[in-house]
């Protein structure tokens, strides 16, 4: 009997001692389960919406570039406004070849023709190229009895108007042929007379024309 109770001593397992000794708080260091208001709300500074709409004014500012009736190839293209800009413009160019061409942003012709006048505007300094949107100056446009689009006027100092005619990409050659006639040494006896005779502000009845068509390439 005092076996059996030593036997069933023996095998009861003694408390192992701890090996580290229990970790002490420190009153700096509790993290609260609540966090403050101002940490908890910090990510939401922006309503979500505010955040979507700047978000989509950043990429858009970004992908902007310059439309291609936008793009000059130097200071020897001007664009025109406003039918007083055309006549200053004209007037101030003195015996200076001047290149005006009429062109519309929607047309595909002015479009395809478009690089290949910026190579000659870098070719010929010496020449004044005017840029005039149709829409935007409809009625000096129809009074000049520009029906197709793009069209070209040449004019150089006391002469007025030299040369007009619509032109496309595939007919490029012609302003070149224009060029070459129209840009040789003279002195013009008298001041730039520009459109001559022909009213751009409307006191008369303008020429009775429909719409500008695109030429055909």
């Given at each position: 009997?005092?076996?059996?109770?030593?036997?069933?001593?023996?095998?009861?397992?003694?408390?192992?001692?701890?090996?580290?000794?229990?970790?002490?708080?420190?009153?700096?260091?509790?993290?609260?389960?609540?966090?403050?208001?101002?940490?908890?709300?910090?990510?939401?500074?922006?309503?979500?919406?505010?955040?979507?709409?700047?978000?989509?004014?950043?990429?858009?500012?970004?992908?902007?570039?310059?439309?291609?009736?936008?793009?000059?190839?130097?200071?020897?293209?001007?664009?025109?406004?406003?039918?007083?800009?055309?006549?200053?413009?004209?007037?101030?160019?003195?015996?200076?070849?001047?290149?005006?061409?009429?062109?519309?942003?929607?047309?595909?012709?002015?479009?395809?023709?478009?690089?290949?006048?910026?190579?000659?505007?870098?070719?010929?300094?010496?020449?004044?190229?005017?840029?005039?949107?149709?829409d935007e100056n409809k009625p000096m446009c129809k009074r000049l009895?520009?029906?197709?689009?793009?069209?070209?006027?040449?004019?150089?100092?006391?002469?007025?108007?030299?040369?007009?005619?619509?032109?496309?990409?595939?007919?490029?050659?012609?302003?070149?042929?224009?060029?070459?006639?129209?840009?040789?040494?003279?002195?013009?006896?008298?001041?730039?007379?520009?459109?001559?005779d022909i009213d751009l502000f409307g006191t008369s009845s303008p020429?009775?024309?429909?719409?500008?068509?695109?030429?055909?390439?």
């Amino acid at each position: 009997m005092a076996d059996a109770r030593h036997l069933r001593l023996s095998l009861v397992a003694p408390h192992p001692a701890p090996l580290l000794p229990p970790l002490q708080r420190s009153p700096a260091l509790s993290v609260s389960r609540n966090p403050p208001p101002a940490v908890a709300s910090a990510p939401f500074a922006f309503p979500p919406r505010r955040l979507a709409r700047l978000k989509v004014h950043a990429v858009i500012a970004k992908d902007e570039k310059p439309k291609w009736w936008e793009k000059s190839p130097g200071p020897n293209m001007i664009d025109i406004h406003s039918t007083e800009e055309f006549i200053q413009a004209l007037s101030e160019a003195g015996d200076k070849l001047v290149i005006v061409e009429f062109y519309g942003t929607w047309c595909a012709s002015c479009r395809a023709l478009y690089p290949k006048l910026c190579k000659t505007v870098e070719e010929h300094p010496e020449i004044l190229f005017l840029k005039v949107n149709f829409d935007e100056n409809k009625p000096m446009c129809k009074r000049l009895n520009v029906r197709v689009l793009p069209y070209f006027h040449f004019y150089r100092g006391a002469d007025g108007l030299l040369e007009s005619f619509s032109c496309s990409l595939a007919k490029f050659q012609k302003i070149k042929e224009a060029i070459t006639m129209h840009n040789t040494d003279r002195c013009s006896i008298g001041p730039p007379i520009g459109v001559g005779d022909i009213d751009l502000f409307g006191t008369s009845s303008p020429p009775q024309g429909k719409t500008a068509d695109a030429a055909s390439r």
